[in-house]
């Protein structure tokens, strides 16, 4: 019997540089990690992961954690759980995960080393490791950074199963779509992209095969795009008609199409709502139940039927990895079958689409046209110029991916209703890649050149020693970014990518609470957090060890005693003076507080031209980017709240 060896290859130099900023971005990530407070949503998605790391049932569900879509996919508290059940609970501890997450996403520019190059390669681990908005969210509990690795993984899919069509390409595609559909809704505007790009291009090597030139072939492929993936995926069933009209290879852009699609296709159930509402049929209760039955039932089954026809042994394997990720997550292993799989086939697409009404932040359209460049203007000047021109006059195919990547997650999220900070790293991510690519393709031939004194003239090294001040210039700058907004001022809203942030005065107060519950005699101190305008976050973090009542502004004015803690808004105490008379301690906090967004907000077209030529926006941004806006102009965009604090002298009393 022979043994077969496998081959391990050691690391090379460029492995080690990419290590080596992996490194270097765990510093980053981890260091004073549990300093800033939890912001809103971080306490939910902590608490909520608390919860079921101590399986600690605190609604109707069958288990301790069960998929809602109002906190996004289930993947967020598997891992935060797992963490917590491993090395207990923290600030600290809850944002582990997403940094962990963000530190593995700088090595992945070595799946596409090939492509990218030496230089490129290393150039993509740096941008990913210093980029602003990265760094930030890297270190904030949120499903983005995991959304963030999973389309990186997507992506490079596509792009290498194209290159050599090797099924592992196919598996890693879906396991990453599977992921995706588990961790946010944002999955339904990635999956656009993708399957556009695999579209646009199995068209273009369907006219290939029939040789199509010229205006014939713009106006064949207008007609051929649209249906293209059908031709695909009923390839055999369709060989006498399509071996008559020249179509006789199905391209490997295809296979990754039908993987995608089909897939994603029973994902897509709660679409169905949309031409039934057009129709009058009101989609709720037992009604919307029995569509969503039969809907469900029916895209499944189409998919099977056009995996089965296309490969049934790959389907298998496909389908087998993508559902062994998706229905035990969505299920919670299996403890929340019924409710699980219909959030799962249906509930979370129907809540993203309601939520695209709502409007969420009620950004304006050029939101991320201010962003970016606000924030990502290292990556994005080299990615415009050089991706451009890769694009247009070499018909760089890598290039195209990148540029289609980025543009496409610029529009899409431009478009959707909720836009956010947080989803600029949607965009910041395809730059890093496209930057890099365009720096590893042209840094070499130009030092090349400047090395041949015979060719290069003085001109040629002015020209390239300007260019690497100003590479040099906007680098420090935006290291410098990263620096303020994630160490100087993280839980300060002084700039944009923070957005609304709890004030510090939350965690420093927690734990006054909890030296004087301990000092306290058993059962002499209770605590009161008033829940309106969703005050009742991060309180029920930062107060998870204490049995604390989250009440509206009427039960905490009737039943609150001088022995209560009261943490409230102004408004709930201005009708009950005498608990403010009777407290020990009337300390006022800010509760969270926000950017001021008055100004952007009111940008339009003829101001944006006026401030433009006027050099009043020149000026504006230089201002800002040198000193962000003075902190108390945040205050008056603040939640305040007012803690009512009994005395020890008082909680002592018989």
Known sequence: MSVRRIRVERPDTVTWIVLGLVALALVLRLYDLGARALHHDESLHATYSWYFAADRHVSNCAAAYCHDPLMHGPFQFHFMALMFKLFGDGDFMARVPAALTGTALVATPLLLRRWLGTIGTVAAALFITLSPSLLYYSRFAREDIYMWMWTVLLFVS?????????????????????????????????????????????????????????????????FLAPVAWLLAAFWQPL?????????????????????????????????????????????????????????????LGGATIVGLIWDWQRWVLVAAIFYAITIPLFTTEFLNTRNGLASDFWGALDYWMAQQEVQ????????????VPLYEFLTLIPALIGGVWLIVKRRDGLAVLFGWWFLGSLLAFSYAGEKMPWLTTHMAVPLAFMAAYVIGRYLPAIIVRLRDLERSSSSTWAVAAVAGF??????????????????????????????????????????????????????????????????TWPWAWYLRHLNVAYADPAYIQQYATPKTLILALPNTLSSVPQLREQAGEVRPYHHRWAFPEDGYKGTTWSSFLTRLSNGRLEQQWYEFMLHRIPEQWVLGWSLDGIALIPSLDTLNQN
């Open 158 to 222: 596509v792009w290498r199963y194209l290159d050599d069509g090797r099924d592992r390409w196919l598996g890693i595609a879906a396991a990453a779509l599977a992921l995706s559909f588990a961790t946010k809704e944002s999955v339904y505007l990635t999956i656009a992209i993708v399957l556009v790009y695999l579209d646009v291009r199995l068209t273009i090597e369907f006219l290939d095969q029939r040789g199509t030139k010229g205006e014939e072939r713009w106006l064949e492929g207008l």
């Open 470 to 535: 100003a590479f040099l210039l906007a680098f420090g700058l935006s290291v410098r970014n990263a620096h303020a907004v994630s160490f100087l001022h993280p839980d300060t809203p002084v700039e944009p990518l923070i957005y609304t942030q709890t004030s510090r005065d939350v965690p420093n107060l927690s734990r006054d609470i909890y030296k004087l519950a301990a000092e306290a005699p058993p059962g002499q101190l209770s605590i009161f957090v008033d829940s309106s305008d969703g005050a």
């Open 360 to 371: 969420r932040g009620t950004q304006p359209w050029f939101y991320y046209l201010m962003m």
């Open 239 to 299: 060989e006498s008609w399509r071996t008559s009209r020249g179509f006789t290879t199905l391209p490997r852009a295809a296979d990754m199409l039908i993987v995608i699609g089909i897939l994603a296709l029973p994902q897509l159930s709660a679409a169905a709502q949309i031409p039934l509402k057009a129709m009058g049929v009101d989609v709720v209760g037992d009604t919307e139940r029995q569509i969503g039955i039969i809907t469900v039932c029916a895209l």
